[in-house]
């Protein structure tokens, strides 16, 4: 019985529902101290004094530490994997604790006490004096020749990048029209149901132990030995369960420091953990772009020449810096095809929280842009926006100019075509867009593309290790973190459909540890069914040759004529059942001339990725005295390639639509002109509600992917993409007014609405 393809309960939903699964703050560690972090109150400048007394003489207090305490080292935070070449490297801009303080929430000092509440105590009573800079909150600002550095020696620019594809003046010359407009998308912050927490200590070696909510375990041990200036092997990072990450994750927030603090306190326990307000400053955020956009297009609707601008403010710290911007150029160029192509990204320092990896890795801003203005190009030569797509989408077989990536499968087509269907376009277009006085109803659609994996602008390795038990089970382990998305649920579909056992007969380890787990660069980039998946199955393979060769000497039956199905040894191709699975393995275990339990370990260097794709189409209703939008009706249509459990990827799809509604609608970081949050709560910061979210509709059509290990393609970022610029475009279309900037707020509206003489 095959199980790809199949629903299959999520291995880790008994665990999660009855409390059994243990996650950072449910580890009780005897003799845990806590630590509590001064954070910076001004958004630029530099600490002049900073009185520690008061706080060192709190009872209860074990230490107290100040930039003057910690090693000297900048580091980088960035989940990325390690590359000899520095040219290609993180930018390392980091300390454990600064004097000279780049946002409102920079870490200044650190408390450590025998409980919570009296580091609290102690850190109100640190004194702190401030010689404050003008804070620089706009690329604008950022830029001007007279700013000061946030960075010394960068002229607050984080990094550069660039491509042109084909020859543009000509493609210029071949278009018969040119439009040109800007975009801007906002910051927005994870809000993931678990805050980031860690706990350090030393173990009777003097080796550092990290347990932690980490999406990337391998590289976060890599980044705490670049911080205290030690060899990565003298640490060891665990990731127990995790409550959520979204990316925010995928950067070292807590640990670094973390694994310092216990060295202070001589190897005791100590944990650094986030409340909700820090995590929407002192974690991580979603970068705001803005673009510029200039298209070339013939009579007929054939595109031409296109032409990216992009600045993206990164705030404070690099993190994952131009890597954003650069995916932006990237994804642009993946999704329709031209004759010229050009981009140029540049990303900004600024004294606002820093930016990094968030669901989409800048794919949503930039699919923002790219969607709307696709849309106000159909609208201005009067094409149907879908079938304008239609006639540029890149077919199977094309070529990346840059990366040089083929198009293997892609089912965009298909998605249109579906997602018009589903939605009833042709009908809905041509009925009245005045529903009452002061509503009006309008259709919208949007596309996207993804990749799978990061190759090749970075190394993509995974490893997957399978020990066959004696009753024929088998304990799956990987390096690849469970963050919640169900990728233990399809590892363990995977590794029993290639071995031909029952789910049920694969044990999945969900915890990762540096010392013990295969190496994996960690839960990012919609990377792990894909990349990992290619691991387990090497595995499963090699794991089900051996039994077979074992089972031949068992049986005189050679290997190639056997099989296992449903943990049986079967003849091929009758089924007949020679014995069970469970017989071999406990022969291989217990037999005194020819023991040799199975074991397989497999670790992929994936040299390859494949493309998703997919489209959003919706119908709003569009309220023009209160600015209110209504979703009425609303489908995403997905190429994942096959799909590996049905039901895991309908929570995918249902949890990125989710995402894409509140960051058209309703989120929005805001900050006063100190830098200085406006927002920074669950009250405040307007995340969608169960009574806010519409009834979503889903499709996947399912296009066999061949360099995915079973047809598969990314799944895990694409649906948050395109729902912004699609419910954008039905507002155009309802009202004939064009936003150009997100969030699409009340407020928003209604101002425009009211300049435009609707209200």
């Known amino acids: 019985m095959t199980s790809v393809g199949k629903n299959i309960p999520r291995v880790d939903a008994v665990a999660k529902v009855t409390g059994m699964a243990k996650y950072v703050d449910d580890h009780l560690v005897h003799g845990l101290l806590y630590a509590r972090i001064l954070r910076s109150s001004i958004a630029n400048g530099l600490v002049t004094t900073l009185d520690i007394s008061k706080a060192q003489r709190v009872p209860g207090v074990v230490a107290v ?140 070696a003097g080796r550092i132990v990290v347990v932690s909510s980490t999406q990337i375990p391998h590289i976060c041990r890599r980044i705490i030995g670049q911080a205290l200036g030690i060899p990565w092997g003298r640490i060891r990072v665990i990731k127990p369960y995790v409550g959520g990450g979204f990316g925010s994750k995928q950067d070292t927030v807590v640990e670094p420091l973390a694994a310092f603090l216990t060295t202070v306190v001589h190897g005791r326990p100590v944990k650094v953990e986030l409340t909700r307000e820090e995590t929407f400053i002192a974690s991580r955020v979603r970068h705001a772009i803005r673009f510029h956009l200039k298209t070339g297009v013939t009579e007929s609707g054939t595109l031409t020449a296109r032409e990216l601008t992009a600045i993206s403010l990164n705030g404070a710290y690099a993190s994952h810096g131009q890597s954003i911007v650069n995916n932006c150029g990237a994804k642009y160029r993946q999704l329709y095809q031209q004759q010229a192509i050009s981009y140029q990204g540049t990303t900004v320092y600024t004294n606002l929280p820093t930016a990094g990896a968030m669901r989409g890795y800048g794919v949503p801003q930039v699919m923002f842009a790219l969607e709307c203005h696709m849309t106000d190009i159909a609208r201005e030569l009067g094409l149907d926006p879908v079938e304008f797509r239609l006639k540029n989408i890149v077919p199977p077989g094309w070529q990346d100019p840059v990366s040089g990536i083929v198009v293997q499968s892609t089912g965009l087509r298909d998605c249109l075509l579906k997602g018009k269907e589903l939605i009833q376009w042709d009908k809905k277009q041509a009925t009245a867009k005045i529903v009452a006085s002061n509503k009006r109803r309008g259709l919208g659609m949007a596309c996207f593309t993804y990749a799978s994996g990061t190759y090749p602008v970075a190394l993509e390795i995974a490893g997957a290790r399978i020990v066959m038990n004696e009753d024929g089970t088998v304990q799956l382990q990987v390096g690849a973190t469970e963050i919640g998305q169900g990728s233990d649920t399809v590892f363990t579909q995977m590794a029993a459909d290639t071995l031909g056992i029952l789910p049920s007969m694969v044990h999945i380890i969900s915890e990762q540890d540096t010392d013990v787990s ?63 699975l469970a017989d071999v393995a406990l022969d291989a275990h217990t037999n005194p001339v020819h023991c040799q339990p ?106 066999y992917e061949p360099t995915g290990p079973y047809g598969n393609k990314s799944l895990g970022e694409p649906p948050a993409v395109s729902p912004a610029p699609a419910i954008r475009n039905a507002v155009l279309d309802a009202t004939g007014i064009k936003f150009n900037e997100l969030p699409l707020t009340p407020e928003r509206l209604v101002t425009r609405f009211k300049a435009a003489g609707l209200i």
């Open 518 to 580: 295969p190496v994996d660069l960690g839960s990012y980039a919609s990377r792990q069914t894909y990349v990992t998946g290619m691991a387990v199955r090497k595995a499963a393979e090699e794991m089900k040759a051996k039994v077979l060769d074992y089972t031949w000497g068992m049986t005189g039956i050679p290997a190639q004529s056997m099989d296992i199905v449903d943990g049986w040894l079967v003849v091929k191709p009758g089924g007949e059942k020679i014995l069970p």
């Open 65 to 204: 530490v100040t930039p003057d305490d910690v090693p000297p080292h900048t580091f980088p935070t960035a989940g990325h994997p390690y590359h000899k070449d520095p040219a290609h490297q993180d930018v390392a801009d980091r300390n454990l604790l600064t004097r000279r303080v780049r946002l409102v929430g920079d870490e200044i000092a650190a408390v450590v006490a025998i409980d919570a509440l009296t580091a609290e105590k102690a850190l109100a009573l640190i004194d702190v004096e401030y010689e404050e800079y003008p804070p620089l909150l706009t690329a604008e600002a950022a830029l001007k020749p007279a700013a000061g550095e946030i960075h010394i020696g960068t002229g607050n620019i984080v990094g550069r990048g660039s491509y042109e594809a084909g020859n543009m003046q000509a493609a210029l010359a071949a278009a018969d029209y040119r439009f040109e407009d800007s975009f801007a998308t906002q910051s927005v912050a994870h809000c993931a149901l678990e805050n980031h927490s860690a706990y350090a200590y030393q173990d009777g």
């Open 598 to 703: 199975f074991t397989a370990e497999v670790t992929n260097n994936a040299r390859v990725n494949a493309f998703s794709y997919g489209a959003t189409f919706v119908e709003v209703d569009v309220d023009l005295a209160t600015g209110k939008v209504d979703i009425l009706d609303i489908y995403n249509l997905h190429d994942a390639g096959r799909i590996i459990n049905p039901q895991l990827a309908a929570g995918q799809v249902h949890g990125g639509m989710s995402m894409g509604l509140g960051y058209a609608l309703y989120e929005q970081l805001l900050f006063d002109d100190k830098g200085r949050p406006l927002n920074a709560n669950l009250l405040d910061y307007k995340l969608m509600t169960a009574l806010d979210t519409p009834e979503f509709g889903i499709g996947f059509v399912e296009p």
